[in-house]
């Protein structure tokens, strides 16, 4: 997505190069605030969540697919076009599946919410939900557990590149795979444990959302009470 709210890319939705702000704006004539997910989500648990304290953030969106937002210095980190945090399509497989964005072996074909439905169907499970999967688990059937240590063990992977990228105090992790923290929350920190190199993985915390499914919601709350005050603010300056 650019900063000037076009959609340049989603492929789960696949939708590229869109103007949604445009469009909204013609519809409805008001003011349309447009912003990638992953990023309104880091902002939410910022300002009102798990993220107060911390300056350096990077918010792990892990639902059918995967997104990343980052905060870093305090400020909402969008790169040169507003595409930054496009690390689901991180290759952690060369030359493996291929991914909806065109890419080969991406980090979200392993540990998304998607990939975990789709290995629990190739294990008999049929038109299965997260809940049901949860429910499983919770009562002790070995396939939900090993499936949802795979899960972890995979966001693992991922978590570690992005200590060793980012050097964070933080990664949280939302949306809604955040609600099975009891059953992948050990693999993920194990895995952290094995492959992480010593610093990094001795300072950041590695967190569940405090806004829960709200974390989106509260996030673009923020953006938009912001801008209103900004605007406001400039144009009494103005007269």
Known sequence: MTNEGEILLAPNLGWKKVPLQQLLHNKYQIPITVENEANAGAYGEKVYGIGQKSQEIVYTSISIGIGVGLILDGKLYKGLRG???ELGHMTIKMDEDPCRCGNKGCWELYASEQALLDQAEALGYKNVTLDQLMEAAHNGEEKALQLFEDLGDYLGVGITNIIHIFNPEQVVIGNTVSI??????????KRIERNAIGFNKNDVQINVAKLKKHSTVLGMVAFIVEEFFHTNVHELISE
């Open 83 to 85: 595409f930054s945090g």
């Open 180 to 189: 099975a923290e009891r059953y992948i929350l050990p693999a993920i920190e």
